[in-house]
């Protein structure tokens, strides 16, 4: 079946301009999560979806980043103003309801580079 | 805070030999501790992982090996191939309701051929 999918793959953007990253989940997976990729880095966790549940914005590092999720499918992520140190690689996961399992399933993610 | 620490940052390993990385965790409230590989302009692929009560775990060519009092695990890649070329990263899950995944810095691992 369809795994998780990102969109756009690559964004190059400049400082100061707003954008908007797309994660569209495996079907079903109500848990939704987007983690950011420094270069030669680990994952950092940035946002939790479940259901219809208030997301979990822990992670978020500034109020420069939002997301959005409808219902049980398509999340956005936004970056406003953008900075340099955002440039990474935005990786969206989903997953069945927690219970069930802990399996993270991940896109590609996709690649920002901020001028 | 660097709540997953891993080692080493980069392997280079001959066809056929045994690769060992290596992680250390601080929370004792993490209960699932996965491993992830992740090629090259592909996000991360769960790998195989275990629960704290579970000192080994293997899968194939693929073994972790978990040691709770001292807060440390490690894979083990048996037999390596130059297909297992690639990032890995180990994780911990915590009890939070989030569920979210800690992860490592990653190790690159090469396998020569």
């Known amino acids: 079946g369809a795994g998780v999918s990102q969109s756009p793959s690559n964004k190059v953007t400049e400082k100061g301009k707003d954008v908007e990253l797309r994660c569209d989940p495996i079907?079903?997976?109500?848990?939704l999560y987007w983690y950011r990729q420094r270069l030669g880095q680990g994952l950092e966790f940035l946002i939790y979806?479940?259901?219809?549940?208030?997301?979990?914005k822990s992670g978020l590092p500034s109020d420069r980043f939002s997301a959005e999720r409808t219902g049980e499918s398509v999340s956005t992520l936004t970056i406003q103003r953008t900075q340099q140190e955002d440039s990474a690689v935005y990786l969206c996961a989903s997953s069945l309801p927690l219970g069930t399992t802990h399996t993270q399933y991940f896109g590609p993610g996709t690649r920002l580079t901020v001028l | 805070q660097q709540q997953v620490k891993q080692s080493p940052q980069s392997l280079i390993v001959q066809k056929g030999g045994i690769s060992i990385i290596n992680c250390a965790y601080e929370n004792t409230a993490f209960d699932y501790f996965p491993w992830y590989q992740q090629f090259p302009g592909k996000g991360p692929a769960l790998l195989i992982a275990?629960?704290?009560?579970?000192s080994e775990k293997k899968e194939g060519r693929f073994t972790i090996s978990f040691n709770k009092s001292a807060k440390q695990f490690s894979l083990h890649i048996m037999d390596s191939q130059p297909g297992d070329s690639a990032t890995y990263f180990c994780a911990a899950v915590g009890t939070g309701s989030a569920r979210q995944l800690t992860f490592g810095s990653g190790t690159q691992l090469t396998v020569l051929p």
């Open positions: 079907s079903g997976h109500t848990a």
């Open positions: 979806f479940q259901g219809n549940s208030a997301p979990d």
């Open positions: 275990i629960r704290p009560d579970v």
